[in-house]
């Protein structure tokens, strides 16, 4: 009998040159979140709260004013539901879909600071998550978002 293929394409371990985080990734480096978004650092803060950065890469995550592009905001938000949910809740990142994802951009991400997504796990029940959060950097207030997650069914 063969092995059964892993639930989740994801690793999630200690990040030795930043400690207290874990680094979030995708097992195949060429896939969307790892090439595109770079390196991921993941971290719980508290028991519904979590943390992921990323380090913007110049040019190649600015705009043509040199701030960082929407895009990328936009896919640290959506890459951050599935890194939290699994952080806090053991849940499986590889067959979890994003359901709805809202988002208010506020001001512009500058290019040369970490740009962290701090999610809060509002509810959750046996197969959604409902999440939402603010992308930020420092005190600064980059997007606001609001999300539902389906969760993969039991097997």
Do not use: Y
Not at 4 to 9: E, G, I, W
Not at 135 to 150: E, H, L, N, P
């Amino acid at each position: 009998m063969a092995d059964a293929p892993p639930l989740s394409n994801f690793i999630c371990e200690p990040d030795a040159e930043n400690p207290g985080w874990l680094r979030w990734r995708i097992a195949d480096p060429a896939r969307f979140n790892e090439a595109v978004l770079g390196k991921q650092l993941v971290r719980a803060e508290g028991p519904d709260h979590c943390r992921m950065r990323i380090l913007p890469q110049v040019p190649l995550h600015t705009n043509s004013a040199g701030n960082v592009h929407g895009a990328i905001t936009l896919a640290l938000i959506d890459v951050s539901l599935f890194a939290a949910m699994n952080v806090l809740r053991g849940t499986d990142a590889g067959r979890s879909v994003t359901l709805d994802l809202t988002s208010q951009f506020i001001g512009s991400g500058d290019a040369a600071r970490p740009l962290d997504s701090v999610v809060e796990l509002l509810r959750e029940t046996q197969r959604l998550a409902f999440l939402r959060g603010l992308v930020v950097q420092d005190d600064d207030i980059v997007a606001s978002f609001s999300a539902t997650v389906r969760k993969p069914s039991v097997r």
